[in-house]
């Protein structure tokens, strides 16, 4: 089993910044790709960064340039530094590790809530 713990979400003014962590605990014995989700009210949930077990990222084009995602030196900790936030940001992002040879499951964590205000 792995259990995935966020923090860093909180309310923040447009053009500030916010980083967001994701810790994975348990059953971890491999670096899996692992991304960033975020779904506002009444949308799907979207695909905000990812990166893959070497260090490969991909971005959404609304953040490209604004969003960075990266690893922690412990490796099973990610990041996503989020700069000139906007309110269009604003959504419950949600970290998610993919299945790799630890494991064959996908694993999500609770949230955490970015409101921008105007």
């Known amino acids: 089993q792995v259990h995935l713990e966020e923090s860093g979400g909180g309310l923040v003014q447009a053009g500030g910044s916010l980083r967001l962590s994701c810790a994975a605990f348990?059953?971890?014995?491999?670096?899996?790709?692992m991304g960033w989700y975020r779904q506002a009210p009444g949308k799907q949930r979207e695909l905000v960064a990812a990166?893959?077990?070497?260090?490969?990222?991909n971005y959404a084009d609304s953040v490209k340039g604004r969003f960075t995602i990266y690893r922690g030196s412990a490796k099973n900790t990610v990041y996503l530094q989020m700069n000139t936030l906007k309110p269009e940001d604003t959504a419950v992002y949600y970290c998610?590790?993919?299945?790799?040879?630890?494991?064959?499951?996908?694993?999500w964590g609770q949230g955490t809530q970015v409101t921008v205000s105007s």
């Open positions: 990166i893959t077990s070497d260090g490969g990222t």
């Open positions: 998610k590790r993919e299945p790799g040879s630890d494991s064959l499951y996908t694993y």
């Open positions: 348990g059953s971890i014995f491999s670096i899996n790709a």
